[in-house]
């Protein structure tokens, strides 16, 4: 939580422009920001989001951020969907790229907006370009199956693939099913590739055992020569 906060303190606003006045306006939303953070990390919400409110109408991304997340989780204010949108919109146009990822999320589950299938493309796209893992893998799961852009299943790899070399266990995990069985006419199938990921998603600290057990049983069909339905080759 904390280099979570040291990160965001250290986000500039790109209208500063290094005008004075707003570079003091910027560094008071900074210390209402810190101050906010202690209180959420001692779990007085009350007052986090009090803080967190106005250092994020002074266009501080930080507090933008997790004002989002109260308004999302009712963590010191009344749960509003529509107010999680606006302010994670908020920080996302400022370049912060798990505020984009989230803000793709919620244009694809249709929280507190309209479904809009291209716009949740379009942010995860963006977090995606900033190296953020997760929004590579969501990005990925959109071009397998044609979900607000184009059906590829080269992008879809691409994707999956730069997830998954940041240690993203869902990346992984699609990365070796794609190679467990193949892609007519774009991967061949390949089981050395196959075990190689599935390995990494078992060793990934932090996969969840569920993704784990689900990996360990396609290395056990690849291991007794069975396939995914368990018939032997």
């Known amino acids: 939580m904390m280099m979570r906060f040291s990160n965001a ?8 422009g290094g005008d ?3 570079f003091q306006v910027m ?11 202690r209180y959420y990390e001692s779990k007085n919400y009350l007052m986090a989001t009090k803080l967190f409110k106005e250092a994020a109408k002074e266009g501080f991304v930080g507090a933008q951020f997790f004002l989002s997340d109260c308004y999302y989780h009712g963590h010191g204010v009344k749960e509003n969907i529509k107010q999680a949108f606006y302010w994670t919109k908020k920080a996302a146009e400022q370049g912060d790229e798990i505020s984009q990822m989230n803000l793709g999320h919620m244009y694809e589950m249709g929280e507190g907006v309209p479904e809009n ?16 893992a997760h929004a590579q893998r969501y990005l990925g799961e ?6 607000g852009v184009r059906l ?11 997830a998954a070399l940041a240690d993203n266990e869902y990346a992984q995990y699609s990365l070796g099913s794609a190679y467990y069985f193949g892609i007519d006419g774009i991967l061949k199938r390949n089981e050395n590739q196959a075990r190689f990921w599935y390995q990494k998603v078992k060793n990934n600290k932090n996969a969840s055992q569920e ?3 689900i990996a360990e049983a396609m290395l056990h069909n690849l291991k007794d020569g069975s396939d995914a339905v368990g018939k032997k080759k």
């Open 9 to 16: 303190l250290q986000t500039k606003n790109s209208k500063d």
């Open 20 to 22: 004075a006045n707003k």
């Open 27 to 37: 560094s008071q939303a900074a210390m209402l920001f810190y101050k906010g953070a």
């Open 211 to 213: 993704t784990k057990n």
């Open 152 to 162: 590829s299943s080269r992008k879809a790899l691409s994707w999956y693939r730069k």
């Open 117 to 132: 299938l291209k716009l949740a493309a379009h942010w995860y796209k963006r977090a995606a370009k900033q190296g953020f």
């Open 142 to 147: 959109l071009y397998e199956y044609g979900k």
